[in-house]
């Protein structure tokens, strides 16, 4: 089943069980990917779907960082309930630890010695591992490697 599917599938569930938060914010999602397809003009493929996921994910976690900041407590709650109906769909998030083993074995694999390379780093690990690394993670690790 693809992740469309799923997620369409989880609408109709979210709306028997009256979970009107999780049946939102899929509805967001789905709206989004009917938005990128109309786009792309063609259907999206699995990468892609996943893609727009994480900019859903990603949207909503700087909106919690602004609304802390204006003192909006209750909207930053609100983001992040919907961070976590989202994350549900994406793949598991690898541990630091795993990440900096991934990090250093890129970095081992590519041969790259300063910082100046680290966009090469960035781009091969993200596109290797796409939604399981959080890619701030992988950025600060990455640049003490190359220190």
Do not use: C, F, W
């Not at 938060?21 to 259907?43: P, S, V, Y």
């Not at 900019?55 to 709650?77: C, G, I, M, P």
Request: net charge negative.
């Amino acid at each position: 089943m693809s992740l469309i599917e799923q997620l369409t599938s989880d609408v109709k569930d979210a709306m028997r069980a009256g979970e009107t938060l999780r049946r939102d914010t899929l509805r967001m999602t789905l709206a989004a990917m009917k938005n990128r397809r109309i786009e792309t003009g063609q259907d999206l493929d699995e990468d892609q779907q996943l893609a727009v996921l994480l900019s859903a994910v990603k949207s909503r976690t700087d909106s919690v960082t602004q609304y802390e900041a204006n003192d909006r407590q209750d909207l930053a709650d609100q983001e992040r309930a919907e961070i976590e109906v989202l994350q549900g769909y994406l793949p598991k998030q690898l541990s630091e630890e795993e990440t900096a083993e991934i990090v250093r074995a890129k970095i081992g694999e590519l041969g790259l010695t300063s910082k100046s390379e680290m966009g090469q780093v960035m781009k091969a690990i993200m596109a290797d591992h796409k939604g399981a690394l959080d890619g701030k993670l992988v950025q600060r690790l990455a640049a003490q490697e190359l220190a």
